[in-house]
């Protein structure tokens, strides 16, 4: 019976052969235990935080934001690109290991969003190295923004939208989930841009 869960209430009861108010006599419930074993799932292998983290990799949308971290580390400071990384991969673990322990299923999602949210964050701060992103102008640069805001779009589309779900193998988070994956990538870009703020005080006193 694999649709028990589309079936009436009264089709199920009288298949199972049970009352819903009294249940099972205690012969018959030691009689099916014989013939079925124990009502239990069974359990699945462990997962190590870190093979939780690198397990994520294997999609293709992350494999691309991977890249191109990649190139900005090649391009830039590869200091600043693995402190960066580590931090984020930090923000991940707390986001997704809970729900993976807790033997969620959206423990992959949330993660995949984590990562799509903290990278959108981490390309508007890094706008200026020196400037925050507030003094610089939030709508500067138009077309970035546009484009930030399209990522947002589509990564919500992967999450929420059924034909996009099975391509990319996610399911749909829930609203508090889906609010600390935007927190996490919150962080991160308060971080980055409070760094701005500390070298710039740093640069001051230098000169004074």
Request: proline letters at 6%; a positive charge; charged letters at 15%.
């Amino acid at each position: 019976m694999g649709d028990w869960h589309r079936r009436e209430i009264a089709d199920v009861v009288r298949e199972l052969r049970t009352d819903p108010g009294a249940g099972l006599t205690g012969a018959e419930a030691a009689a099916r235990l014989r013939s079925g074993g124990p009502n239990e799932l069974p359990e699945g292998p462990s997962l190590r935080p870190g093979r939780i983290f690198l397990s994520q990799f294997a999609s293709t949308m992350v494999a691309v934001l991977l890249g191109a971290a990649v190139v900005s580390a090649l391009l830039g400071d590869v200091v600043d690109t693995v402190a960066i990384g580590a931090l984020l991969g930090i923000l991940c673990l707390a986001v997704a290991l809970p729900l993976h322990r807790a033997e969620d299923p959206s423990w992959r999602t949330a993660l995949f969003t984590t990562l799509t949210f903290a990278q959108m964050a981490h390309v508007l701060a890094i706008r200026s190295r020196r400037e925050t992103l507030f003094r610089r102008g939030i709508f500067t640069n138009k077309p970035l923004l546009l484009a930030v805001a399209s990522t947002v779009l589509l990564q919500l589309a992967a999450v929420y939208a059924p034909p996009l779900q099975g391509i990319f193998r996610t399911v749909p988070l829930l609203p508090g989930t889906l609010a600390l994956c935007a927190a996490a990538s919150a962080a991160l870009f308060l971080v980055l841009e409070g760094g701005k703020i500390v070298a710039g005080l740093a640069r001051g006193r230098s000169r004074a």
